[in-house]
C-alpha cells in the first residue's frame, strides 16, 4: 500500500526527539499512532544513522507479546536490549494501556507502568515513545501521573490535504469521498462502499462507545447512542441540556444527561467546551455551552451512516 504522509505528526516527534522527557503520543483507535510511530519514525530514524539493534520496539497487543504486559517483565526485556551505555537507544511501546490493569485504572494512582518508565528515563542513553489509544490513555489522568516527565502529542485521522495528496484524483471527487468518509487511515484501503460504511459504523460503536462504557461503567448505552446523535445534530450550536434531556425522551435525570456530555470530553476531546469559565465547576452551573467537534469527521459520519441503514 501506497505511505500516508504525517508530516505534521512526524515534525512533532523529531522535534520532542531526545528531550528528556517520555512522548505519549495519544488518539483514537485506529487514527494512525502505530503507523507514525512504527512506520515513519522508526524510518526516519534508521535513515539518519541510527541502527535497529538501537531501536527497542514492542506491541502490547501483540498475541506473542502478552507476557510484556507484566510491567516487571517489561522492564527486564527492555533493560536486556540496552547494550552500549554510550550510544543512544530508542524505546517504541505501542498500545501501552495493556500494561494498566483494572485495579490500579479505579484509582489511577500507585500504577507499576508509570514507575517503569520513569525508571527508564533515569538512564541517561534511553529516549520512550509510547502510544495509548483507549480510554485508560485518552483521559487527563495519564498526564496527571506522569507528573511532568512526560511530553503529549494528540494525533488525529487524515486531514483533506493528507487525504488528497494520497489519491491525487480529482480534487471534486476526492471531497466528495471525504466528506462522506472522513479520513481514518484503514479505510482508504477499503475499495467497496458498503464494506467501507460498516468498517465505519463498527468502529464507531464497538471502539467509541466501548472506550466510554468501560471507562464510566454507562448503565444505559442507549441513552449514550441518542446524546451522541443529538450533539453530532447541533455541532457548532449552543446545546441547551435540559432540551436535550427532554428531547431524547431519557428517563435519566437532567444531572446524569450532563455528566454523559462531560464522558464525552473527558475521554477523547471529541467535544471542545467554549465557556467563559474553563474550570469542570462550570458543568454544574451553567446548562448553555457551545461544543465544537475537534475529532474530525467521525460524528459526521455516525450520523450519515445511521441514515443509510
Known amino acids: 500500500m501506497k505511505e500516508i504522509k504525517r508530516d505534521r505528526f512526524l515534525k512533532k516527534l523529531i522535534n520532542k526527539k531526545e528531550n528528556g522527557l517520555i512522548k505519549v503520543i495519544t488518539g483514537i483507535r485506529r487514527s494512525g499512532k502505530s503507523y507514525l510511530l512504527f512506520n515513519l519514525f522508526k524510518d526516519f530514524l534508521l535513515n539518519n544513522g541510527i541502527s535497529s539493534k538501537q531501536i527497542i520496539s514492542i506491541s502490547l497487543d501483540d498475541d506473542t507479546k502478552l507476557e510484556y504486559r507484566n510491567t516487571q517483565k517489561l522492564s527486564k526485556y527492555i533493560r536486556s536490549k540496552i547494550k552500549d551505555k554510550n550510544k543512544p537507544y530508542y524505546i517504541l511501546i505501542d498500545e501501552v494501556q495493556y500494561a494498566i490493569t483494572k485495579i490500579e485504572m479505579k484509582s489511577f494512582s500507585n500504577i507499576d507502568l508509570y514507575t517503569v518508565l520513569n525508571g527508564l528515563m533515569h538512564l541517561n542513553n534511553v529516549d520512550i515513545y509510547v502510544t495509548g489509544s483507549n480510554s485508560k490513555m ?171 441503514r
Do not use: W
Open 138 to 308: 485518552l483521559s487527563k489522568d495519564i498526564l496527571t501521573e506522569f507528573r511532568g516527565r512526560s511530553d503529549s502529542i494528540e494525533v488525529f485521522p487524515l486531514t483533506f490535504k493528507e487525504y488528497y495528496d494520497f489519491f491525487g484524483n480529482d480534487k471534486s471527487e476526492s471531497l466528495a469521498d471525504y466528506s462522506l468518509f472522513g479520513g481514518m487511515p484503514y479505510s482508504l484501503s477499503i475499495d467497496n462502499e458498503d464494506e467501507k460504511i460498516n468498517y465505519l459504523r463498527s468502529l464507531f460503536t464497538e471502539v467509541y462507545f466501548k472506550d466510554i462504557s468501560e471507562r464510566y461503567d454507562i448503565a444505559y448505552p442507549n441513552i449514550l447512542d441518542e446524546l451522541t446523535n443529538d450533539l453530532c445534530s447541533s455541532i457548532g450550536s449552543l446545546t441547551n441540556s435540559t432540551k436535550t434531556t427532554n428531547r431524547i425522551e431519557t428517563f435519566i435525570s437532567h444531572k446524569r444527561l450532563l455528566q454523559k456530555i462531560y464522558y464525552h470530553q473527558n475521554i477523547y476531546e471529541t467535544l471542545a467546551r467554549s465557556t467563559r469559565d474553563n474550570s469542570y465547576r462550570y458543568l454544574r452551573f451553567s446548562f448553555k455551552r457551545k461544543y465544537l467537534r475537534i475529532f474530525l469527521k467521525l460524528s459526521e459520519n455516525h450520523l450519515t451512516l445511521k441514515l443509510k
